[in-house]
Structures are given as structure tokens and as C-alpha cells.
């Protein structure tokens, strides 16, 4: 509906302007200045002031270009009409903006009527900056700068050839004031502010030790030695905004995944910025995309704290994030604080330690004997009493967190002495083994080196005498002494007893060799000769003939 009343007031203005309805009056408008030049994409306001006859009243006003009235409902126009001023900014401008504007009113006494003032400002649009027209040039009117970094607002500007400056200024926009104030004078900007105008048309801003305080609007205006000769650019915004390091979560378990992000939570900086980040100060060795970095899997050397930078303002980094990484209980062992051994009756301290975050909140002790296990307490420490071989055995302990746990490897508890009976032992064991071995080898050779027994023959005699022969191997049952020349006579085990009255008893086990020759030797082995005590020795004394061996001869 209110667009629709825009059109009708434009075409009943329009009316008014032909002479249709009403005769034209003479309007004052001032148009300062009364031409400038714009960049393509760029905005540009267009001001003026009006006066309005007497008698009259104004009841409406609107800008045309080229006789065209310019539609408050386009979304590149923005009117602004209040206090007898007439301002209309157009945004995004494109070459065909180009031309010559001008303000018209509706003013009444008794009947409406249509207001025209002379002239009107002509906009030049292009592509390139232009220094023969009056016009600022901005590389951006949209700052969004890193507190305690410094900001540059590069700027250009022009004015008509036949005018010369003598007078730039940079100001911050304040509704309260309708004088600028140079902010090189303004209080909290002092030596903080300077104009970099090394050259004509040159008005770029640096602001220096950018604080909170400074985010706003600016705006730069200068004056020419010509009535009228002033101009002042669009407005410039800052925004001031500081680094801040998020964290998908700032207490993970080992082997998850984390993603942080440094923010600008009161603006956006350039898509080209470049981010670096730090742990405990030092740059990372994880490389970041964007502004996130990925830890992926994390592990407990990730644990730290964070901070984020810019690059080229790496001196203003982030406030830093903790990252706390949790993992179960490792390197978990059991430390004996008496070093060496122990001697009977005295005690012991074990403690266990582990490398554990969050740290081991429970600790559990277990005796191991063979394949039984003791459960002996908690406790970081355990103390073993009054040593003996009884409390002997393997000891190791359990480390437990929120996380997980782990065994430690078992330990035991040396006793003194205890090493020497050990050794003991196994010497008393090693010095039987030989014995042993020793007897087994004696006996081996003692049987391979005695001669076989063939035969064993007993002959009983008087109780007071005997004779005896023992291993006599004989070749004939006779037992003659006076024996063949071509036999050879063994005597195998043979014991003669004998009183007044000799007599022979039988032979037993008498086995007759193979058959020898004449040249055969007798082999005799052992062979005791006995007589009565009251005998008288003859020629023919005993004879003890032992273990005499003579090869055989073989026959010719």
C-alpha cells in the first residue's frame, strides 16, 4: 500500500511539474557539491538543503534523475528528508547511475504545489578512481581489525581542477555533534592516529594500538578555497574484535578426535587471513586449514594449552584453551625401597608407581606363589613385616582410573642368604650328579675288564685243610695233573678240601673248550693251591697262578 502511494504522490508531482494542475514556483535548493564521482559497486549520498517560500508548507520530497523519480521501495535507495535537509544514498553503483539528480518538493498554502530548485549534482560512476570530481574513495568501508594490531583505511579523493584544498580531516561519526572534530584532537586518539598524505588526493588513515573503544564510524571530508568547495566520503565502519580458541570438547580420552576453531566473535577478517597456532607458546607441529586445527587421533601428548594468531600480527595471539587428554594407567611398576637384600625379621616398603591422567585413584596389591594369588590390600604403599621364607613369593599391584588400569610386572623380595643356600643346593645336587656318574663309569669298566666264569667246582676236604683253586678252566673231567701233550687244561672255580686221605669230589659247571694243539699255551687265572696244616711241604709248593692270558696259537 505504501508503495503504491510513493507511485501515485511521484506522478501527481510529476503533474504538478507540467503545469497540469498548478503553476510552478521558484525553489531554493543548494546542492553541495554539485558533482561527484563514485566507484562501480561502490555508494554515494547525495545531499542538499531547500527553501521553501513563504506561505507555503512542505508535504513531500523526492529525488529524480533525468525527470525520473527515484522509488523509495528500490533496495538500492535509502531517503533520508529531515530537517530541511534532502539526502538519498544510492548503493551498489553501477555505470548506469551516471547522470544529473535533482530534489523536488510538494509544498501547499490552500492547494498543493509543485517545488523545483535549479541545477542539481551530477554523479560520474566508473571504474577507476577519478581526481578532476569531487569524490572519496574507500579500498573498503567495512574494517574488521584485531585489537592492539594497527588498521590502514587506504584513501583517495578528488575535487574540479580549477579548486585546491586546504583542508583534510578525518572524523568519527557522532549524532550527538554537528561539528566534526580532526580525530588527531579528539581525547583518546592523541598520537595514536596519523595521516599517511604523502601525496595529493592521498587520505589514508592508520590507527595504531586499535582499541575496543575505537569501533564506530568515520568518515573523511576536506575544503577547497572555493564557496561550496567541501565534501565528505561515505562512512567508513571498524569493528574491533579479539581472538578466541574453541573446542568441539576440552576434555577427551585418548585416540578420540578434537577440532578447534579460532574466532572473531565480533566480526569476520578477511577470507585471505591466515592463522597460525601455538601450544604452551611454541608453533605446532599439526597443520591447520582455515582457521581450524584438527587433532586427529589425540593422543596424551596433544595435553596443553592452546592459542591462536594472524599472520603478521603472530605478537597478538589468542587467550589460551586448555586441552586435557585422559588416558589409562601405563608404566606401571612396583619400586622396593631397600636396595639389595633383606635379612630375616626386618620389613619392607613397596610402592607403585604409574604414569596415569586423571590420576590413579585406586591401588591394589596381590601375592602370587605358583598359581595362587593373594589379595593383600590397597594403598599406594604396602609393607611386607616381618620377613621370612613364608612371605615369600612374587608381588605386583593394580593401577586403576576413570579411564582404565594395568597390571605391574611381578617382583620379589630377596632375603640374605637365601641366594647362598640356593646356590648351595644346587652344588650339593651337581657334586651327587658326578658321584653318580663317576660309580656308573667304574662299574661299566670293572664288568668289561674281568674274565668270564665258566665253571665253579667245589671238592670238600678236612675242615683243618683245604686247597683251593678259583677260575681254572681244565679241558678233561679227569683232573690229572699229568694231562695229554696235545691237550691244554683250564681250571675254572675248583676248591679242594682235603684231610689225611685226600679224596676228589665231583666236578661241577667243567665245560671243555675247543680243541688245541700241542703248542698251545694252559691259560691259568686265579688258581690257589691248599694243604693240610700238618703236611709237610714238598717240591711241590703252592702255586698261585692270577689272571694269565696267552693267545692262541693256531696249528701248523
Given at each position: 500500500m ?7 504522490r511521484?506522478i ?40 521553501i ?60 504545489t ?106 573523511f ?62 608453533p ?7 582457521n ?14 592452546y ?19 585422559r ?97 648351595a ?93 700241542t ?31 696267552k ?6
Open positions: 505504501h508503495k503504491k502511494m510513493h507511485r501515485i511521484c501527481i508531482l510529476l503533474l504538478y511539474t507540467l503545469g497540469l494542475y498548478a503553476k510552478t514556483l521558484p525553489l531554493t535548493v543548494t546542492y553541495s557539491p554539485q558533482n561527484t564521482c563514485a566507484l562501480t559497486g561502490s555508494s554515494v549520498l547525495l545531499t542538499c538543503r531547500y527553501i517560500p513563504q506561505n507555503y508548507y512542505f508535504k513531500a520530497g523526492f529525488w529524480y534523475k533525468n525527470s525520473s523519480c527515484l522509488q523509495a521501495s528500490e533496495p538500492r535507495i535509502e531517503y533520508d528528508s529531515s530537517d530541511s535537509k534532502c539526502r538519498v544514498r544510492i548503493n551498489n553503483l553501477i555505470p548506469s547511475d551516471s547522470g544529473v539528480y535533482d530534489y523536488r518538493i510538494t509544498a501547499t498554502d490552500k492547494s498543493s509543485t517545488l523545483q530548485g535549479k541545477n542539481g549534482v551530477t554523479l560520474s560512476v566508473s571504474d577507476a578512481p577519478r581526481k578532476d570530481c569531487w569524490g572519496v574513495f574507500y579500498s573498503s568501508t567495512s574494517f574488521c581489525v584485531l585489537r592492539s594490531s594497527t588498521v590502514d583505511i587506504t584513501c583517495t579523493y578528488g575535487f574540479p581542477t580549477d579548486q585546491t584544498v586546504i583542508t583534510t580531516l578525518w572524523y568519527r561519526v557522532n549524532k550527538k555533534r554537528q561539528d566534526p572534530i580532526d580525530l588527531r584532537l579528539e581525547e583518546g586518539y592523541e598520537s595514536r592516529v596519523e595521516h599517511l598524505s604523502t601525496e595529493e588526493h592521498n587520505c589514508t588513515l592508520r590507527i595504531r594500538d586499535v582499541r575496543e573503544s575505537d569501533s564506530g564510524q568515520y568518515r571530508r576536506y575544503l577547497t578555497n572555493k564557496t561550496g568547495g567541501a565534501f565528505s566520503g561515505d562512512v567508513v565502519t571498524i569493528s574491533v574484535t579479539d581472538l578466541q580458541v574453541s573446542m568441539t570438547a576440552g576434555t577427551v580420552i585418548e585416540g578420540s578426535n578434537v577440532t578447534l576453531t579460532c574466532n572473531t566473535p565480533s566480526c569476520n577478517l578477511k577470507a585471505k587471513s591466515t592463522f597460525i597456532w601455538y601450544k604452551n607458546t611454541q605446532t607441529r599439526h597443520r591447520s586449514i582455515n581450524t586445527l584438527h587433532l586427529s587421533p589425540v593422543n596424551s601428548e596433544d595435553t596443553g594449552s592459542s591462536c594468531a594472524v599472520r603478521g600480527h603472530e605478537q597478538h595471539q589468542s587467550p589460551e584453551a586448555a586441552l586435557d587428554v588416558y589409562a594407567p601405563r608404566n606401571t611398576a612396583v619400586l622396593v625401597d631397600n636396595y639389595g637384600e633383606i635379612v630375616l625379621g626386618e620389613s619392607v616398603n613397596l610402592t607403585c608407581r604409574s604414569d596415569a591422567n586423571p590420576p590413579v585413584h585406586t591401588y591394589t596389591w596381590y601375592r602370587k606363589m605358583g598359581t595362587q594369588i593373594s589379595l593383600l590390600g590397597g594403598g599406594q604403599s604396602y609393607v611386607v613385616a616381618n620377613i621370612s621364607y613364608e612371605t615369600s613369593g612374587l608381588y605386583y599391584c593394580v593401577a586403576q582410573n576413570s579411564v582404565g588400569e594395568q597390571h605391574s610386572a611381578a617382583v620379589s623380595v630377596p632375603i640374605a642368604g637365601q641366594g647362598l643356600a640356593k646356590y643346593a644346587i652344588g650339593i645336587l651337581i657334586v651327587v650328579a658326578l658321584l653318580l656318574l663317576l660309580g656308573l663309569l667304574w662299574l661299566s669298566k670293572q664288568k668289561s675288564s674281568a674274565p668270564p666264569i665258566t665253571a665253579s667246582t667245589t671238592i670238600s676236604q678236612q675242615a683243618d685243610s683245604s686247597v683251593v683253586y678259583n677260575n681254572v678252566l681244565i679241558s678233561d673231567p679227569s683232573c690229572s695233573r699229568n694231562t695229554k701233550a696235545d691237550n691244554d687244561v683250564q681250571y675254572a672255580s675248583i676248591k679242594f678240601k682235603g684231610s689225611d686221605k685226600a679224596e676228589v669230589g665231583p666236578y661241577a659247571d667243567v665245560h671243555r673248550p675247543r680243541t688245541q694243539t703248542q698251545e699255551d694252559v691259560q691259568y687265572a686265579s688258581v690257589n693251591f691248599s694243604r693240610p696244616k700238618d703236611t709237610f711241604q714238598t717240591e711241590e709248593d703252592p702255586v698261585i697262578y692270577s689272571t694269565v692270558n693267545p692262541l696259537r693256531t696249528r701248523i
